[in-house]
């Protein structure tokens, strides 16, 4: 079936840095792409979304690039903070086949004081 | 508006009972979906109910079942339950299918 998944199950950073987290996809018809967050103890939260007619979308502090030629987007979270702790996971809405959204395993952003 | 409600937060059962789940999903949201989360596995999708159907189905066995009432709130149900049922189970909801889903805090249910 289809997959979405990321490259790196961790990822630590240093306060300040920017942050960059990786996912790749497999269903070329894909169109749309969403990145969510998951703090301990909490649900997904929806952070950014992008749509395959675009290549970049800018939203407060956080960027998602779009790379249909080779299946690839990525999150970039500038100046990063404490809070910015968590599981980042990217979704696709897709309706094909049985999974309305298809996560990745996620990756664990650890922020380094 | 209020957020998507799960209920109870937290739930510990022993392995052979069973295990009712429920959800309220925002005001006018009327498509309800259920996924699991376990460290290994990650999510995964259960189900997705929409105008009280089952539009679609994950790959898990049929001790897992659900339905969805007519004011959009959900329930899902675990019979039999084994120790690996433990995790997080989610509900997220969305005004239609494949719309943005907003997700609940979950209800963390623990098989001993």
């Known amino acids: 079936g289809e997959s979405v998944g990321l490259h790196l199950p961790t990822l630590s950073v240093q306060e300040g840095d920017n942050s960059i987290i990786n996912c790749a996809y497999s269903n070329s018809a894909s169109d749309y792409f969403i990145w969510y967050k998951q703090e301990s103890g909490k649900g997904p939260q929806f952070i950014i979304d992008?749509?395959?007619?675009?290549d970049k979308r800018q939203g407060q502090r956080v960027t998602v690039l779009l790379n249909k030629t080779v299946k690839h987007l990525s999150l970039q979270i500038a100046a990063t903070q404490p809070g910015d702790s968590a599981v980042y996971f990217c979704?696709?809405?897709?309706?094909?086949?049985?999974?309305?959204?298809?996560f990745g395993k996620g990756t664990r952003l650890s922020v380094i004081a | 508006k209020a957020g998507v409600t799960q209920t109870p937060r937290y739930l510990i059962k022993t392995r052979g009972q069973q295990v009712t789940l429920s959800c309220s999903p925002i005001?006018?949201?009327?498509?309800v979906s259920w996924y699991q989360q376990t460290p290994g596995q990650g999510l995964q999708f259960l189900f997705e109910y929409f105008s009280e159907t089952q539009r679609n189905k994950g790959n898990f066995p049929g001790r897992f079942s659900g339905r969805q009432f007519s004011n959009s709130r959900s329930e899902m149900n675990v019979s039999t339950l084994e120790l690996g049922d433990s995790a997080l189970y989610l509900c997220?909801?969305?005004?239609?299918?494949?719309?943005?889903?907003?997700f609940g805090p979950g209800t963390r249910l623990t098989v001993l």
């Open positions: 997220a909801s969305s005004f239609g299918l494949a719309n943005e889903q907003f």
């Open positions: 979704a696709d809405p897709s309706t094909s086949g049985n999974t309305p959204l298809v």
């Open positions: 992008i749509r395959s007619n675009m």
């Open positions: 005001s006018g949201h009327r498509s």
